[in-house]
């Protein structure tokens, strides 16, 4: 759902917005760092419409690109994700 270049920051928060289907819509705050090697992310401030959440989000850097990732955990309905980067640092 994410994708920049490890070069170009440290640290950063991201907002990340899930709608799962039609009925569900589900919000998360990341903050992530990393070492170049290795991306380090706490989720938090979410909030979902219904009791459970379904998108799941793990970082990691590829080909020199950190990425954040969605996993759906609601196997029967798709999710559309989208990203709003909030600030990153160098």
């Known amino acids: ?5 490890a070069a170009d920051f440290r640290s950063g928060k ?5 709608a799962v289907g039609s009925t569900q819509y589900e919000v998360a705050e990341l ?5 170049g090697t290795d991306v380090h992310v706490t989720q938090y401030g ?12 793990t970082a990691d850097i ?4 950190v990425r954040i ?8 309905v798709n999710a559309v994700v989208t990203t709003a980067v909030q ?4």
Not at 62 to 65: E, H, L, S, T, V
Not at 87 to 90: D, G
């Open 46 to 57: 979410n909030i979902s419409t219904q009791g459970t959440f379904c998108t799941d989000y």
């Open 14 to 18: 991201v907002v990340i917005q899930s």
């Open 69 to 76: 990732l969605a996993t759906n955990n609601h196997g029967s």
């Open 87 to 90: 600030q990153f640092l160098i």
């Open 62 to 65: 590829n080909a020199g690109n």
């Open 1 to 5: 759902v994410f994708t920049k270049p």
């Open 31 to 35: 903050l992530l760092i990393h070492d």
